[in-house]
């Protein structure tokens, strides 16, 4: 499975940006999906997850009621809509898969196998 993420940019405070991951060489539809973030210096850290049908979905603290995570199976593609961006979500996106079609700890970044190359987002204030 390779994972190609994209949508990444500059925008102002306040503004939104959409994230795409496009999978290939395998579908997705079975797969629990995730998004991570890592700015400078820090960690890596948990964003968002869905499963395999979307029917769930998990968001960090720091985005819950600003970011939506969906997929479209279709397309083999996966989204993250980010509103009402901030400057601490400056950071370089990754999106992730896992062969399972929900996983027990979601935010864990060793659940998953295939990882995306990553996009940056930056915010301004």
């Known amino acids: 499975v390779q994972l190609q993420a994209s949508g990444g940019g500059l925008v102002q405070a306040g503004g939104s940006l959409r994230l795409s991951c496009a999978g290939s060489g395998r579908t997705l539809s079975s797969y629990a999906m995730s998004w991570f973030h890592q700015a400078p210096g820090k960690e890596r850290e948990f964003v968002a997850a869905?499963?395999?049908?979307?029917?769930?979905?998990s968001y960090a603290d720091s985005v819950k009621g600003r970011f939506t995570i969906s997929r479209d199976n279709a397309k083999n593609t996966v989204y993250l809509q980010m509103n009402s961006l901030k400057p601490e979500d400056t950071a370089v996106y990754y999106c992730?898969?896992?062969?399972?079609?929900?996983?027990?700890?979601?935010?864990?970044?060793?659940?998953?196998?295939?990882w995306g190359q990553g996009t940056q987002v930056t915010v301004s204030s």
């Open positions: 992730a898969a896992a062969r399972y079609r929900w996983l027990g700890s979601p935010r864990r970044d060793a659940e998953y196998e295939y």
């Open positions: 869905i499963s395999w049908n979307g029917g769930i979905t």
